[in-house]
T-cell receptor, first 114, second 114 residues
């Protein structure tokens, strides 16, 4: 059974710092991995999608990497801003096709202080 | 991408009653899903809403409790039946759309059962 773990559970940093959020999964047979952002009281916003054949994806100040063999993904946020404060969720889509059945981690709650 | 709307955005209900949540997508999508996020928890898949056939439920979720309709490729409803306080959660609609098969989520319906 696939399990997804995110470390740390919470993180507080001063504005401008670069930071890394970690996600690990127990079954390396995944179709893709997606990082989401959730603001308090809001739904999920898709940040980056990494297919199983890819090693990383970049969007602006965000870079996500994937190491399937070790069951790990990282989300790198450069030059953090107070607007980056949110909960970041990692989700794994297992199997050989896109079933849409995402297994989520518990999330990392990030606070960026001005 | 896909833009998803949900109605209602929030509701407070009495135990024993039922609530139907609507999900509308701005484009036709093949795959549509319903997720639940219990307080302080991450997201869990309830079921896959299949157009023209019965929904496919995940372990721990049953049709009598969570009946789902999917009359066409842009709309679905989830009913939470015979509610108890344990059903207090955020219910989110999700679809797969776009070239890289990104998964998108609606804003969620926040349900409180008294």
């Amino acid at each position: 059974k696939q399990e997804v773990t995110q470390i740390p559970a919470a993180l507080s940093v001063p504005e401008g710092e670069n930071l890394v959020l970690n996600c690990s999964f127990t079954d390396s047979a995944i179709y893709n991995l997606q990082w989401f952002r959730q603001d308090p009281g809001k739904g999920l916003t898709s940040l980056l999608l990494i297919q199983s054949s890819q090693r990383e994806q970049t969007s602006g100040r965000l870079n996500a990497s994937l190491d399937k063999s070790s069951g790990r993904s990282t989300l790198y946020i450069a030059a953090s801003q107070p607007g980056d404060s949110a909960t970041y969720l990692c989700a794994v889509n297992g199997g050989s096709s896109n079933t849409g059945k995402l297994i989520f981690g518990q999330g990392t709650t990030l606070q960026v202080k001005p | 991408s896909a833009v998803i709307s949900q109605k209602p955005s929030r509701d407070i209900c009495q135990r024993g009653t039922s609530l139907t949540i609507q999900c509308q997508v701005d484009s036709q999508v093949t795959m549509m899903f319903w997720y639940r996020q219990q307080p302080g928890q991450s997201l869990t898949l309830i079921a896959t809403a299949n157009q023209g056939s019965e929904a496919t439920y995940e372990s721990g979720f049953v049709i009598d409790k969570f009946p789902i309709s999917r009359p066409n490729l842009t709309f679905s409803t989830l009913t939470v039946s015979n509610m108890s306080p344990e059903d207090s959660s955020i219910y989110l609609c999700s679809v797969i759309a776009g070239g890289p098969e990104t998964q998108y989520f609606g804003p969620g319906t926040r349900l409180l059962v008294l």
